[in-house]
């Protein structure tokens, strides 16, 4: 299983951007799919999950309401939609297919691949 991101940048606070995440290698619809961050000097960070058909989705309190993450199963794709973006989020990203269907586990332990990180940098 291949997971492949794109989409980092850099940006100023207020702004947006989308992240994408392609998998390959497996059947998608298979995986419960994530995006998790690590700031620098921080431990790596669950900010939003979804399951495998798309209709249960989970966030990190602190994003919620800004972010949006949905998939796209013809497209094998998982995407994130950052808004309003605060320096805060300034990170790198990673896509990432659970153990299971769910995307509800907020452990990192609990996936099974990841991609390779996308950089995410948001100045005020």
């Known amino acids: 299983v291949q997971l492949q991101a794109s989409g980092g940048g850099s940006v100023q606070a207020g702004e947006s951007l989308e992240l994408s995440c392609t998998l390959s290698?497996?059947?998608?619809?298979?995986?419960?799919m994530a995006w998790f961050r690590q700031a620098p000097g921080k431990e790596r960070d669950f900010v939003a999950g979804?399951?495998?058909?798309?209709?249960?989705?989970t966030y990190k309190n602190s994003v919620r309401g800004r972010f949006t993450i949905s998939r796209d199963n013809t497209k094998n794709t998982v995407s994130l939609q950052m808004n309003s973006l605060k320096p805060e989020d300034t990170a790198v990203y990673f896509c990432?297919?659970?153990?299971?269907?769910?995307?509800?586990?907020?452990?990192?332990?609990?996936?099974?691949?990841w991609g390779q990180g996308t950089e995410v940098t948001v100045s005020s």
């Open positions: 990432a297919a659970a153990r299971s269907e769910s995307g509800e586990s907020q452990l990192a332990l609990e996936y099974r691949y």
């Open positions: 290698g497996r059947t998608f619809v298979m995986y419960g």
């Open positions: 979804v399951n495998w058909n798309g209709d249960t989705t």
